[in-house]
């Protein structure tokens, strides 16, 4: 069990706009810990989405965005592709556990 | 372009050590700007972190594994290893080595290896 709750599934027809939450607590995302995301296509390694909070890695579509308030933060992805299908995962920092940790993760359906 | 390439045995027995090292090209490991670390993945599970290092050797472990883990670093061979002891079937996953970027905190990931599944056999 993730400190950072995460949807376990999403799902949206091609074009559509999705968001992933991502909420934690006064420990990590609360605390003002940035949040970075990461897409995992099925058999690959995960790749750095966003990182930040809401900052795309060179490479990354403007199509992905992120963003962050309070206790949570949000991966949206608008014009949504087939190959957007994945699984999505956050991450920050947690000073009760005075470590990074992960979101337990998001699997996204492209219907 | 920077890759990494995790290498070591697919199987382990349990109760036995499991040793992996992460090959780095494309840079250099004494690179002041980042941090090497290892993550793991069990089939069909979330990624859980493990440990990360810099190239002086100043290390950090996650607390859950403290007790059995330790990772080093060799700048002379551009690698860095991770050495997890007392394994049993928990600790069956595919394990990836990563950069962390240490510009932003928390550090987050921007490059991974392809990752290597090790299996603990009783």
């Known amino acids: 069990q993730s400190v950072l709750t995460q949807p376990s599934s999403v799902s949206g027809a091609p074009g559509q706009r999705v968001t992933i939450s991502c909420t934690g607590s006064?420990?990590?995302?609360?605390?003002?810990?940035?949040v970075h995301w990461y897409q995992q296509l099925p058999g690959t390694a995960p790749k750095l989405l966003i990182y930040?909070?809401?900052n795309r890695p060179s490479g990354v579509p403007d199509r992905f965005s992120g963003s962050k308030s309070g206790t949570s933060a949000s991966l949206a992805i608008s014009g949504l592709q087939a190959e957007d299908e994945a699984d999505y995962y956050c991450?920050?920092?947690?000073?009760?556990?005075?470590?990074?940790?992960f979101g337990g993760g998001t699997k996204l359906t492209v219907l | 372009q920077l890759q990494l390439q995790e290498s070591g045995p697919g199987l382990v027995k349990s109760s036995e050590t499991l040793s992996l090292t992460c090959s780095v090209s494309?840079?250099?490991?004494?690179?002041?700007?980042?941090?090497w670390g290892w993550i793991r993945q069990p089939p069909g599970k979330g990624l859980e972190w493990l440990g990360y290092i810099y190239h002086s050797g100043s290390s950090f472990y996650n607390p859950s594994f403290k007790s059995r883990i330790s990772i080093s670093v060799d700048t002379s061979k551009n690698q860095f290893s991770l050495r997890l002891d007392s394994v049993t079937a928990a600790d069956t996953a595919v394990y990836y080595c990563?950069?962390?970027?240490?510009?932003?905190?928390?550090?987050?990931?921007?490059?991974w290896g392809q990752g290597t599944l090790v299996t603990v056999s009783s």
């Open positions: 006064s420990s990590n995302i609360g605390a003002g810990y940035d």
């Open positions: 930040g909070n809401n």
């Open positions: 990563a950069r962390l970027d240490g510009y932003h905190r928390p550090f987050p990931l921007d490059y």
């Open positions: 991450q920050s920092y947690d000073s009760s556990l005075s470590g990074s940790v």
């Open positions: 494309g840079g250099s490991i004494t690179s002041s700007s980042h941090y």
